[in-house]
Every structure is written in C-alpha cells, then in structure tokens.
T-cell receptor
Framework: GAGVSQSPRYKVAKRGQDVALRCDPI?????LFWYQQALGQGPEFLTY????????KSGLPSDRFFAERPEGSVSTLKIQRTQQEDSAVYLC???????????FGDGTRLSIL | GQQLNQSPQSMFIQEGEDVSMNCTSS?????WLWYKQDPGEGPVLLIA?????ELTSNGRLTAQFGITRKDSFLNISASIPSDVGIYFC?????????????FGQGTRLTINP
C-alpha cells in the first residue's frame, strides 16, 4: 500500500501476556518511529530506527518494551508481561529521510485486561 | 521535558463558524507542525511552519509561527462537518540521527448540528 500499515488494528490481552505489534513503513523510508498515545493525550515518542539501527530508545517506558527492525523495513514492537498501564494506541511513523516529514499509520489499539 | 500546551482543550461550535486554537511552549522551537487526528486514525500533517513570524495557509486553514518561536496558532475559517476531530501542535526535538516529535495534548473540535 501507499501508506504506513500497522497490524493488528486492535489487540486485547490479559495482564502478564506478551504482545507483538507490527509496522510496515512506506517503501523506501529510511527512518521509522514508534509513539505511544494514551487516551486523551498526544502521542509520545518511544524509539527511533534508521534502517536497521535503533539509534534512540530513550522513550521506552521500561525494559519490558523491546523494538526491532532487523532488515531495515518492517518493525516490531514487543511488550513483555503486559500491565494495565500499557493500554494505549501505539503509532508507527516513517519518513524518507531522518529530518523529513513523518507519515503516521493508523495505530494499534492495545487493551490490557 | 519539553511540553507543548494547547488551548482550548475542547471547542463546541456551529457549522460555518471560524475557529482559533493555539499552542505555547516554555522553550523555543525552530519548526511548528499542526496535525489533525480523526477517530481510529493516525495524525495527518496539515501545516508546517519553518520561520518565526511565518503565516501559512492551506485552504481554509491558516497557521502562524510566533515571533518568539514559543507559540503558534491555527485558524479554521467557515467550519464544515469534516473539520471535526482532534488538532495537535507538534515540535521537533533533535535526537541521535533524527528528530522526534513532541506533541501538545490536543484540541478537540466538535461541530453542533
């Protein structure tokens, strides 16, 4: 497709389960960002990849959060031992160049019961 | 950390009215961005401002980059039903190899029938 694609669109998990969220960036986009958006708030930065290299992970809230982009295209955000406070919309954005405009996917809405 | 404060938090208007919202920061930004987010979708870039004092239009939308570089406003003229949504201001902050976006908490626009 032409835009950033995220899957699944919705994910419900029980507290303590592990989840994996996928992001397919726009083809050819070097930069990939993950953001977390809590209900009623703006998105907050989690981590950044330039190709396959994770250059900044300062926004990851705990060591239960892990992201990878092994081949420099698709990225996965994994959350281990989920907790209720992890419930949020997780947005992925990509850009052609590091300082170019970021294009957002529609997000994965994660609900932890 | 950096925070962007948006006001008002919500607006209830009649179709056809003009809308004005603003965003302030305690720190200087060299770029101001305005996004719109519809329910269940990711943010979409409306207007980008790159120079202090700059006034930029995109159809019925007009945005200005404050002279102090610490504020910006967005105006929507002659509102229509599809303008309903949440409007976010955002500013880029330098991270290793790229720029992450810092978002305000949003202004929710509702149009009364």
């Amino acid at each position: 497709g032409a835009g950033v694609s995220q899957s699944p669109r919705y994910k419900v998990a029980k507290r303590g389960q592990d989840v994996a969220l996928r992001c397919d960036p726009i083809s050819g986009h070097v930069s990939l960002f993950w953001y977390q958006q809590a209900l009623g708030q703006g998105p907050e930065f989690l981590t950044y990849f330039q190709n396959e290299a994770q250059l900044d992970k300062s926004g990851l809230p705990s060591d239960r959060f892990f992201a990878e982009r092994p081949e420099g295209s698709v990225s996965t955000l994994k959350i281990q031992r989920t907790q209720q406070e992890d419930s949020a919309v997780y947005l992925c954005a990509s850009s052609l160049a590091a300082f170019g405009p970021q294009h957002f996917g529609d997000g994965t809405r994660l609900s932890i019961l | 950390g950096q925070q962007l404060n948006q006001s008002p938090q919500s607006m209830f208007i009649q179709e056809g009215e003009d809308v004005s919202m603003n965003c302030t920061s305690s720190s200087i930004f060299n770029t101001w961005l305005w996004y719109k987010q519809d329910p269940g979708e990711g943010p979409v870039l409306l207007i980008a401002l790159y120079k202090a004092g700059e006034l930029t239009s995109n159809g019925r939308l007009t945005a200005q980059f404050g002279i102090t570089r610490k504020d910006s406003f967005l105006n929507i003229s002659a509102s229509i039903p599809s303008d309903v949504g949440i409007y976010f201001c955002a500013g880029p902050l330098l991270i290793q190899g790229a720029q992450k976006l810092v978002f305000g908490q949003g202004t929710r626009l509702t149009i009364n029938p």
